[in-house]
């Protein structure tokens, strides 16, 4: 049962790292692409220390930040 919830734990915490929440719909289009294009990167790159769960906050962090720096539409 403890290996159930342990799992569901981290199932469940991975998905609080989508960067669907983000709005971008008022970036710059090419902008946009790239950020995501960067995120996109990061996450397939993998945990280099760490969980999984700990890559993908951080990917996310990044992209929240790449989003911020582009220029409006």
């Known amino acids: 049962m403890k290996k159930l919830l342990l799992a569901a ?3 469940l915490s ?3 790292y989508s ?4 709005d971008i719909s008022k970036s ?5 692409r790239q950020c995501t294009t960067t995120y996109s ?4 790159a993998g945990p280099v220390i760490g969980f999984k769960t700990e890559t993908l906050r951080a990917c ?7 989003i ?3 220029p409006s539409k």
């Open 9 to 11: 734990f981290f199932v």
């Open 14 to 16: 991975g998905c609080a």
């Open 19 to 22: 960067i669907s929440e983000i």
């Open 28 to 32: 710059e289009p090419v902008c946009a």
């Open 41 to 44: 990167q990061c996450v397939q």
């Open 60 to 66: 996310k962090e990044g992209f929240e930040m790449c």
């Open 68 to 70: 911020k720096t582009c």
